[in-house]
């Protein structure tokens, strides 16, 4: 690749919160140095520009309709800001994330007016899920219909699981490729463990929505607190269920016992991974294959999981993991006593997913899939 190529990415949610766009944007970058992007986010109250690595990123306020799941940008200084930015440089093409934020909407017809292909990345391997019956609804109708139209006037959908891609493709969305995701398995490492090996540690580790699992783990574990008082028991991160999580841990009289750690650094998180011996995630969002089950396989976690969205991908049950259909809390509380009483098993599950992410799951080669797909695109525009 001889010409340079300068992208604008626009994400409501980037710097500290989206990990996959992040990773991805830094690998590209460092890898092609012909590429430059400049990165468009919401999450804040005021205007600003910051540099993120290699990284410019422009913010511009927004209003949160779902706390840390869906923001609305204001318009006037989106347009203001894009107007600013089409001026400042000649971007050859325009790129989003996920159907379900507002970008993904309006980002086709943008492309169209500055004569430019669009490429967005999917990972929602099934239409909404929330605790509301009627976004459950709404979510089902937008994606048969309104989403579907959306997603085939981009240049390439680009999937980052073969979840989202069997997914579109019975929905008759076109252009679809394959681009996987990856992990960064030298950050997270087992080699970074503090504490002693004889000091089990099971986590729960993701933004404290309904529909992560939350409630799940711990109605799971609540049993297993006074059975096995030597094991430490974290849930780690914020969102909207925190306050209720621990409302319910209070009430249980678990708070010397459960870990409400809050929201966590990347660095932090990591160091939690290498100390934890077994991750669960009874997970029923529209995830593909979420970053905490990556995170913690290659921080040599034996990992529990739903078998929804793209999880399976990964976690093959009995082989690299244990995974669950039904997430009624006493399969999940079983599932993890099997883990504590046969430490040979937790072992061989943790070291046959750590083997996996490090072989399959690396950033090298989605970032290459992905700059073949947008090469293709700017030359073909």
């Known amino acids: 690749m001889k010409n340079k190529i300068n992208i604008l990415l626009v994400s409501p949610f980037f710097f500290p919160t989206n990990t996959y766009q992040q990773e991805l944007c830094q690998k590209i970058i460092e890898l092609y140095p012909n590429i430059e992007i ?24 927004c209003f949160s309709l779902l706390k840390d799941q869906f923001v609305l940008p204001n ?66 109708i937008l994606d048969g219909f309104v989403f579907k139209y959306i997603l085939n006037r981009y240049s390439v959908v680009a999937c980052s699981n ?36 004889d000091q089990l540690t099971i986590t729960f580790a993701s933004r404290l929505l309904v529909t992560k699992g939350v409630e799940l783990f711990y109605q799971a574990v609540k049993p297993l607190v006074k059975k096995y008082p030597k094991i430490k028991f974290v849930i780690a991160g914020d969102g909207p269920f925190y306050q209720k999580i621990k409302t319910q841990i209070m009430d249980d009289n678990n708070m010397s016992r459960v870990e409400l750690t809050g929201s966590l650094s990347k660095e932090k ?80 599950l943790a070291k046959a997913l750590r083997f996996k992410v490090e072989s399959q799951y690396q950033w090298f080669l ?16």
């Open 38 to 61: 400049e990165v468009l986010c919401y999450q804040t109250t005021k205007t600003a520009v910051k540099q993120f690595g290699p990284l410019k990123i422009h913010y511009i306020p």
């Open 75 to 140: 318009y006037f200084s989106l347009i203001r800001t894009l107007k600013k930015l089409n001026k400042e440089k000649k971007f050859n093409l325009l790129m989003t994330e996920t159907r379900f934020f507002d970008s993904a909407w309006w980002m086709p017809f943008l492309a169209k007016r500055w004569r430019i292909p669009c490429l967005i990345v999917e990972h929602c391997a099934s239409s909404i899920k929330h605790q509301s019956s009627i976004i459950n609804d709404a979510g089902k």
């Open 162 to 197: 073969q979840a989202v891609f069997d997914y579109l493709s019975r929905s008759n969305v076109k252009n679809l490729k394959l681009i996987g995701t990856g992990v960064d398995y030298e950050f997270f490492n087992r080699n970074k463990r503090k504490v002693s090996e």
């Open 269 to 348: 998180i990591a160091q939690l991974y290498a100390d934890s011996d077994i991750f669960v995630y009874p997970s029923f969002h529209q995830d593909g294959i979420a970053n905490v089950l990556l995170e913690a396989g290659a921080s040599g976690c034996a990992v529990i999981s739903s078998n929804f969205g793209g999880s399976s991908e990964l976690i093959k049950n009995e082989k690299t993991g244990i995974l669950l259909d039904d997430l009624a809390p006493e399969k999940i509380n079983r599932a993890i006593e099997e883990l504590i009483t046969d430490k040979k098993k937790r072992l061989s």
């Open 366 to 381: 989605v970032a290459q899939k992905t700059v073949d797909l947008i090469v293709k695109a700017v030359d073909h525009s």
